[in-house]
């Protein structure tokens, strides 16, 4: 009994170190809200992310995605971008700390502040900089 309590705990923690899928009904008529208020008409797949909603759709022919709380405020917002149009200080940064490692994706995020990151993923992590391209952290993805 011990075990299978146990093997239920870890099941959960590990689904809940990643997102769920969310069906839309499962989701709070105030993250709703704010999504359908800042982008009308426009569909999406919801998941939790810890406490807060992410909602993944598609804008102007690029990937997006909300990050939204319990209380409908939209935390951040994240653009697909092409690798190109990642800020030069990014790029050199990269050449010299990922020497000979592809960026697979990239991405620019909009914090509810109207500060903003850059992202680049490589193996599996994710490289956030400031608007300036200066390094900030690093972050499994």
């Known amino acids: 009994m011990k075990k299978v309590f146990f093997s239920a705990m870890v099941m959960m923690i590990v689904v809940s170190a990643f997102g769920q ?8 008529a105030a993250a709703k809200n ?20 992410e909602v993944n759709f598609k804008q102007g ?26 800020p030069q200080a990014v790029k050199t940064y990269m050449q010299k700390h990922y020497a000979g490692v592809k960026i697979r994706e990239a991405a620019k995020i ?21 608007a300036n391209g200066n390094f900030l952290k690093e972050a499994n993805d």
Do not use: C, H
């Not at 899928?21 to 709070?28: N, R, W």
């Not at 704010?34 to 909603?53: C, L, M, R, S, T």
């Not at 653009?79 to 990642?86: A, E, K, M, N």
């Open 21 to 28: 899928k969310l069906k839309e009904s499962q989701v709070p």
């Open 34 to 53: 704010a999504f359908e208020k800042k982008y009308p008409g426009v569909k999406g797949n919801w998941d939790k992310e810890d406490a807060n909603y």
């Open 61 to 86: 022919g690029r990937s997006m995605s909300a990050l939204i709380d319990l209380n409908g405020i939209i935390i951040e917002t994240e653009t697909d971008i092409p690798v190109g149009d990642l």
């Open 110 to 130: 909009v914090k509810a502040s109207g500060e903003i990151n850059y992202e680049a993923e490589v193996n599996k992590k994710d490289i956030v900089f400031d």
